[in-house]
């Protein structure tokens, strides 16, 4: 479904004041934004006191009445990163409003694929991240319903994990894709306009490779950043988001002259003229997010919850910007929006307490604050300045819709691996026959599921 947002209306989702550029994301000091914080005051404190006086250290039954949460709630995050950091500061503050609830993290790498054999064996905990890898008409088979959780206004993607009317999925955050970029290094390099049209783009990464920066950190050899451009890419240039739906209704959904194909050449040109890293099979994400604060790399391809990493590993917060990918030269500018990982509730977990957690997560944490992302509250605006800038190229927005069931087990059943393919395909001195080789893996799991 095509979603076209006005700057009034996402400005309520995506920007904070235009005066904030510049200062630090954590906070835009400027004498509007205190403004609309006294305005908005009253009914946070209002919403944030009602919730206490229904849900401290208690869980509403079906029955009306509370009961004292307790037992030990596990979370399976993939954020390493915060492992005795934030988290130990989250742990510490939920068990002060739960005494009887002893929170734990445990964080794993390369997530989806562990997660998934982890919940086929039944060895998953209380609460995990929900990706695009299991249909939802599976959820009932391992998550709890989660519309009982009474949050404090609406949500984004309220039903984007749902089945047969019952919610199993509450997003974590939110985001769109663009180019974040470090404003220095385009400085240096005499960039003095932010590209608009894919020509004006490959013009600007020649300058920047003209002064010695890569112009576009890929992480081509973590595979998993890849995946832009096998989801959004797509979406930019097809002016919709439901492209991966439609492939259930094809044997041939990667080709040369459609989304997919237009995106993969995209990077496979951008990889030829020297525009990534020189040697992509040695890429290394971390070192990554240091380049690109330094400004030894010019820019990713990513979505805004990149920024704050990029602001941890050393830039100002006024050196990082944040730009529409122009896929085209049309001129015009747009975007995908969509939810991050979503919140689920094993159903034969610790269930009330995992479900406190899930609240708390999104409504106290700061979790969404501290990736840089558009809250899944509506009506909290995001902190990040960053987004403000993003929103000034005024670009219509395409909303995330949720995935098809059959769309999604033809993949699973042909275990395509996305960025894999894509990978092979960059690489490829026939990137044809890399096309031909994932449609007949395609077109022959869609004989089994689709009759």
Known sequence: ?????????????????????GS?????????????????????????????????????????????????????????????????????????????????????????KNEKIRIASGTY????????????????????????????????FKDFKSFEGKSYGISSGNSTVGIVYNKKAFEKAGVTAVPKTYDEFLAACQKLKDAGIVPLASNFKDKWPLGAWSGD???????????????????TPFTMDNVYGKSWIIIRELKEKGFLEKDVNSTNWEQ????????????????????????????PAEDVGFFPFPADNSGQAKAPLNPDWFYGVNKDGNVEAAKAFVQWMIEESGYDEFAGFIPTLKDKQPKLAQLAEFNTYNPTYFEAVAGDDA????????????????????????????????NAEWAKAKKQIVK
């Open 125 to 156: 905990p209380d609460v995990v991240l929900l990706g695009g890898l299991i249909p939802n008409s599976d959820y009932p088979k391992y998550f709890a319903p989660l519309d009982d959780i009474k949050f404090s206004g609406d949500i984004y």
């Open 407 to 438: 769309a999604t087990q033809i993949l699973n059943k042909a275990q395509i691996d996305q960025d894999a393919v894509l990978q092979e395909f960059v690489l490829s001195k026939n990137p044809q026959a890399v096309l031909d080789k994932v």
């Open 288 to 315: 990554s997010k240091k380049d690109v604060a330094q400004g030894n790399f010019a820019m990713y391809l990513l979505g805004n919850w990149v920024i704050n990493q990029v602001i941890d590993a050393g830039a």
């Open 24 to 112: 630090n994301n954590e906070s835009a000091n400027t004498n509007a934004n205190a403004a609309t914080d006294t305005a908005n005051a009253d009914t946070t404190n209002n919403a944030a006191a009602t919730n206490d006086a229904t849900t401290d250290n208690a869980a509403a039954t079906e029955g009306g009445d509370t009961k004292e949460l307790n037992g030990k709630v596990v979370f399976l995050t993939n954020r390493t990163d915060m492992v005795d950091k934030e988290y130990t500061d989250y742990e510490k503050r939920f068990e002060a409003k739960y005494p009887g609830v002893d929170l734990q993290f445990e964080a794993i790498t390369d997530y989806e």
């Open 1 to 21: 479904m095509k979603k076209t947002i006005s700057y009034t209306m996402i400005s309520l989702l995506l920007v904070t004041s235009l005066a904030a550029c």
């Open 233 to 251: 890419v797509p979406t930019i240039i097809g002016g919709a988001a439901d492209h991966q739906n439609k492939r259930k209704d094809t044997d």
